[in-house]
């Protein structure tokens, strides 16, 4: 088979600490070859390298057998590589088919009608429903990262890197990608692609080569191999099955919305969540989980509806009143609504435990709260000194976990909690997750990630269009069920259980 | 895809919102100039209207286009000011020297260029911060621009230039057609040309911008030129106008820009801009120097009265659109 | 202290007569000028001034000027740093009535401190300027002259708060009221600027469409009101006039377009100036005052003056 | 886990970087003071370094340090000089009414702080931008300040005053002495409080800071009151100096603060700001203003070379920082 790229010994560090270490790497034209490796193993480094973003401190690259130097992002693309970023990059202030297209517009003047019409087909081809002349700001996370696709699409590119595509789909927008990658494929292209999730491993890739702290582990087929093994090549180590959740002593009621509402964005909510319960929200993209979840809050304003915690009204709550009621929030957009950038690791670690007087600026707190968490979270490079915006994406969300981890509070409000993050750390947040609960924490979290639903769930709040569509138990609950509140399928007929 | 909600009218609510805040600051400017043609004799006058308000207004608007580009993309110009002072004893001083007006208006409005262009390149090559870049010019072309004259105003411009670039076409005054038709053709690059759309978008999120491949630097030092050749030709216009070139023209100018670009709601952390907008805040300012002196409120009380009008006027913005 | 109303005061025509010619100074003895800034042609002919005294009288000049007018510490921390050059004697016209004060208390101990012109430091033993006062007097004098059945006039004062444009603005109002017909029917700041000058006067006209007269607290302002004047087709109707005599006010009033302005001869008082130091430095006890000339120039008597002008 | 990396190295690298950011300035304003020693008479002095360099230095610093915590956040305050009129006028009126100066000097810094306030709610509360803010109580300050003392100065403020504020101790300027104790505390706050750290983050990530739980708006009002008491201060300690206070003063100093900020390595940005820096880019500037005037540069060729100098060392900044 032809083969598309290939990097060969490539090393790279950031100030003296060497993060790819001697790591080869190649494509063929066609394939589907998945990037696999724990948080902070080095995959985005290397995709970036291949992009032309990162020079390497040694090592060759070679496009359709022909050594190149790739200086920018423009090198890259004139070589034919697009590249789906695992931040999204995209201008919020620019429509849907402008930022598909931005770079390749054409003439000079902009024809939007002619604009439109060219990301049509894309946007159809991604099965993204929105008008291409909508300001991308208007879009949810999830719909973004569609319009990330499309423009990889748009530049008709042979070599598409796409650093966790999926991280902030659900289930139906993944079987949508996993159309294209096939098309893609079809049609001769190659596709570098990382992800945390198996089964899109399973699914999709031809081969897979493991990272494992910048070095490389191995490529092998996907054929040859299960599972476990690639598992046992990540981490070095096999991991415990996921399982059910364990039994849980629910207490009182601690978290009750009743009849919430904003129009355009959800209405008529209400749930109640008891000490000791994890109760999801789970829905399709734009259903209103975030929204929800924002409002409870009171980083948004409702118009309607009111907000009990622990039997006591929270009238007009702001994040500031809520935290100090012992409410806790872990946002979806991490790079916007959770880090910040600039600060260190401890800095961003503390910020809740010192607004709440549990602790001071001081190292000696600091060194009391912070290292145990980061060594808990397996945050790496353990450095609570760095600035958060070198770490990588999965253990940048990890410290966004353990800001309210460090803080402590009685309601836990988490939307996607394991976004980004890999395999071995996911099992040790779902742990955490129980260990919370069994500590009388109440948590309701949103999801898109559906074994996680069920895995964690003692209930199951479905939303669809911005409305409760039916509880599910944990007994009753199953991804078809979910499946079919979450779209409204006609399926009461035949599932009584599914009556909201 | 019947799974994605329909997001048709969502996107129709927020555009209307959009336009809503142009119309905030449209509805106050209408507002007040009917409240003030009531109330301040001679206000209500095409005349009042196109000379009293316009030429200030012209000038101001010019450069606070240039500055609604450079503000776009996250950055700021100080220096304009000291730009226009620069070019207009230049362009003046080659008209003296007996050159055809045209051409010391392309030289004036090269000086202009050249003057953002350092700016840009100090900006984007040297990677120094647009403030302190900006600042700096400030001071250095200001010293040009009176070392160039000793200080000196540059008088007696010939009356042709006077005439070109002071005239009226249609009875109207050629710095507020100019003003108009510069606002109308920068709004235009801004929608629909691909350079204009870059400028927003290196505003909005530049490490996004440069991943596509595109020479943001470019467009950076772009709008720094943009911001000089305007400044330049709003200087031209202003010694018509004056009919004498003097090295300490400008002085405060980028304060006044900036006002207006930012009161016509142009965010200065970039990403957001709008031309058609400095244009309103620029009116408005001016309406406002104008119904205080008409008025002959003394000196005291018209940094009151502005102060408090400015501030009130982006309260009443403020609600009109909402939260 | 206030040099316009001091009765310890001379005339600077009257200092040869009561105190014999100019003593010789000490070879070598430099004199510093601390100006207030050089942007406008008026500090620029005061500084020429000095520079002619010094050669005049023997004693070299180095002036200094911030590098805008409203920089006060600015101009405080050059006087100071001027301090320790050793100069034998400072002329510092100060940007406001109190940012010199310092200086001129730590200069009293060394070299001797002349305050030239403008604003009024209330410590300054030694003033030599003219009657910012006066300014405003003689222009209001001749509207009274010239309008006795009465009229309208607007103000275009300089920048709020400081003290030339207070003064000039003062003595210009209380004499005009000698008149009740000749009414100041506006008087509004352009702070010094021609620009402003210019918008502001437009307006003026259109409210005021049969204006007698602008009296310009200098004559920057005043050219940018000519030209608003001439925009209006007033030239001629509406009377404007300025003040400081700079060169361009000149060539504005031969062509007949500035009607006049109250020239107070910057290039004599910066002579005089240098003239007052010598004379103090000789042991000479002067009047605390030293006044200057001033006079209202317009087209009849412009030639007679034009002699000082360099 | 066993797979953590070296990371020691790389952290104690960057926090090198970030003190030899600190070090370039010094580095420059160290080589430049011992270069003018040699080169410019009378610069090697103590009396020079303290009057000629210390006072408006020290103004400088102080005002300075408010605007580093205030742009620290991502915003600007344009009122600082009228603010400090302001409250320079009605400080010195009520001394002059008899009042003792302790009372005085409290009222002074109390209407510093209610400026401040004023500033921080309409920019948190009406949620307006700074820049438009601040410019409007610029305007507005300075108005009052004018129509309080209806343009005059007041003179003789009482001698007791004069010299608390105004004197020295053991030798050394209390004005030098009260920036260097601002510097010092200002900076501690700002490392070694939760207020300071908060401050930090909201410039780098507000919406970040105010989902963790913390009331982003009270922090962000704080800095204005920060820098409206600042100002006051400088104002004290200015007509100390001076011995009477005008309406007039304060002229330009947020431009000058603003420049001692950024030069001192503070990001317009928000979310970086370095209070020694101030002190070092506010010495910067004095000591370039003073090395002019002791060579007996023109005012035009001072503008020039100051333009040319600061951009010189930001230059050398960027330079010595390395990419
Ligand atoms: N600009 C940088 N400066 C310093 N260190 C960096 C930088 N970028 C990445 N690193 C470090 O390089 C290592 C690899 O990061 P990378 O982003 O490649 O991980 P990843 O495998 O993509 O992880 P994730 O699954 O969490 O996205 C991490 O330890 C990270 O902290
Ligand atoms: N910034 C915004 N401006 C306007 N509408 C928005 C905005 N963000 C979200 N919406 C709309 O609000 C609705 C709910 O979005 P929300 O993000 O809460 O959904 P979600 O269920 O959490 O889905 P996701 O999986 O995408 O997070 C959608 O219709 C979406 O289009
Ligand atoms: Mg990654
Ligand atoms: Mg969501």
Redesign the interface.
Known sequence: MEELLAAHHIHKSFSGVPVLRDVGFTLRAGEVHALLGENGAGKSTLLKTLFG?HRPDSGTLSVGGREVHLT???DA?AQGIA?I?QEL??????TVA?NVL??N?G????N?ARMNARVTPFLEQV?????P???VR??TIA?QQMVEIARALARRARIIIMDEPTSSLTT??IEQMYRVVRELTATGVGIIYVSHHFDEIEELADRVTVLRDGQHIGTVNKRDVTQEELVQMMVGRTLLAQGAPPDRERGDVRLAVSHLGRP?AFEDISLTVRAGEVVTLAG????GRTEVLRAIYGAD?VSAGQIELDGQSAPHPTPALMMRRGVGFIPEDRRHHGIVPDARVSVNMMLTSWAKGIASVRERDMARLVAPQMRQLGVRPNTPEQTIRRLSGGNQQKVILARWLAAGCGVLLIDEPTRGIDVASKADIYTLIDDLAAQGVAILMASSELPEVLRLSDRILVMR?GRLAGELSRAQASEERILALA?GANSHANDPALSA | ????????P??G??AMIERLREAGILAILILGAVAFSFTV??FF?V??AI??IG??AA?NTIVAIGLTYVIMT?G?DLSVGSTAALSAVIGADLMQRGLPPLVAILAALAVGAVAGLVNGL?ITR????P???T??????????A??YT????I??LPDSYKQSLGGTVLGLPIPLLAALALVAAFSLIL?????G?YI??I???A?????????VDRFITLTYVISGVLAAFAALI?IA????A????G?GWE?SA??AA??GGT???G??GNVVGALLGALLLSML??V???L?????????????I??GA??ID?YTRG? | FSPDTEKSRIESSQLAAKFGPVPKPAAGVQFGGVMKA????YW?LLRAGYVKGGAKYGVKVDAQAP?NESDQIGQLSMMNTMLGKGYKALLVSPQSDVNLLPGIERAGKTSLVLNVNDAVAPTAQHFVGNSQYDNGVSVANHLLKTFPKGGQVAVI?GQ??VYAAKQRTLGFKTTLAKNAALKV?????ADW???KA???A???L??YPNLTAFYCNND?MA??VV?AV??SGRLGKTLVFGTDGIN?AY??IKKGELTGTVDSFPVLTGEVAVEVAVRLLAGQKLPRVVATPQALVMKGNLAQYEQFKK
């Open positions: 973003m920018s992002p423009k693309e590249m970023h990059a995209l201008i919020p202030e620019l402008q931005l770079g517009e003439a000079q003047v902009l939007y099965g993204l429903s929105v008008a002349g909508t300001p208007r879009l719909q139906h927008e355009g399709l993209i734009g259903a304003p269009e779209t | 895809m019947q799974m994605t909600q329909p997001s048709a969502n996107a609510r927020a004799p001679s006058s005349d009042n000379t009293g030429l200030s000038i996250g700021i100090l040297v990677q120094l911060a403030f302190i870049v600042l700096g010019t400030m001071t250095f072309y200001r010293g040009l009176l070392s000793n200080g000196q105003p008088l007696s929608k629909f040309t691909k350079t759309q927003l978008a505003g909005g999120n490490e996004a911008v440069r991943l596509s491949g595109i020479n202003l106008q004056l009919g004498a003097e090295p300490i023209l002085n304060l900036i006002a930012v009161v965010s200065l952390s990403g957001k120097q104008n205080l002196t008409l002959g409120v003394q000196a005291f009380y018209q940094l009151l009265a502005t102060g408090l400015i501030i982006m309260v403020r939260r | 050089l942007s406008n042609e620029q590098s004062e709020a708060g029917v506006a008087s509004v700041p600027d021609r620009q210019f918008t502001t437009r307006d003026l259109r409210r920057t050219l940018g030209e001439k925009a361009a060539d504005s």
